[in-house]
């Protein structure tokens, strides 16, 4: 056998992988398991979206390697959609980088701004990809606690008790996954004071945005956010299309420039297609989120009503795709949600698999229909 490189020991499988292969026994075994674990969106995409990519299938340039950069139709609908939502004006040449999903985008950032050793600050709890790729890179990890005492923000005189002298990125993801906290601009500036008076460059991680949440805010609409700051986001969840593989990252042209360098030695250019119908989603009228979000609105309150027969408490004005609940004291979340699938067949997301903060927390995905919730809720009371 070839032995693997010692990287390989610096991760695990990634949660869903291995869980998912034991809710999938259950279901050959005949259980009729729910599941409300993954965030993966179960409606369909704009239709225009749909007929976009099967348009352009006829096209002469449709089957051809694309460019690095993607289309330049494409980064001006990303460009246009940060100017109407976030009120935040990118130039489409330099201030665009399209990605296959933002969660590559984590790796390339990584591996274009540290080397071995170099520290990076990450949120718990928080997306476990941050940690994950931060040890493929060999990076050393800084993290930092988020608390719901302090509304799921970083705290940042805990954080300068750290010796930050070898830190050079921190990611920060608001809305926050798993919580659902909100940012506020006070936040966005003191994350901006903050990465100047260290040197660091911030990227915020803000893939959730428009789901249940009245305010969308970007990180780059606050001033001198460009000099230290880079922002990732994505189509997945804003127009369920989490299987097509569209992203972004925006922020200053250098910056860019270093991501492109590792991006075009890795990839050569996104599906003509997922471009087109990309470039249709990206124009979708204010009325696509209304709509969007009068079904997850109903399903959260049945998410409620499900996480309060499970005797659990939650935030109301946490936004996003999913509901962060807190159990009775002393109760652990992987017994717990072990419990719940194995006697009610309900999948649920263990609060500790984004960190040591999570424990005591469970999360509840709203990609499930109405139906299944009021079955879950049954099964359960
Ligand atoms: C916080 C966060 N960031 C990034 C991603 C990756 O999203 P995608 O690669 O589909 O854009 C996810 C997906 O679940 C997420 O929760």
Redesign the pocket.
Known sequence: MIEVADRLNTVEEYYFSKKLREVNLLIANGKPVINLGI?SPDMRPPQKVIDAIVESLQDANAHKYQSYQGLPALREGMAGFYKEHFNVSLNPNTEILPLM????G?MHISMAFLNEGDGVLIPNPG?P?YQSVSNLVGAKTVLYELDEANHWFPDFKAIEKNDLSKVKLMWV?YPH?PTGAGATDELFKDLIAFAKKHNILIIN?N??SFVLNDSPKSIMSIAGAKEVCLE?N?L?KTFNM?GW?V?MVVGDSNYINHILKVKSNMDSGMFYGIQKGAIEALKCSSMWFVTLNSVYRKRRELVWKLAKALNCKYDENATGLFVWAKLPPNVKSEAFIDTILNNNYIFITPGTIFGSKGEGYIRFSLCASEEELVEAISRVI
């Open positions: 965030g999903g933002s969660k590559e984590i997306y990809t993801n996954m991680d893939p959730y990732l994505s997945s989490a593989r992203g």
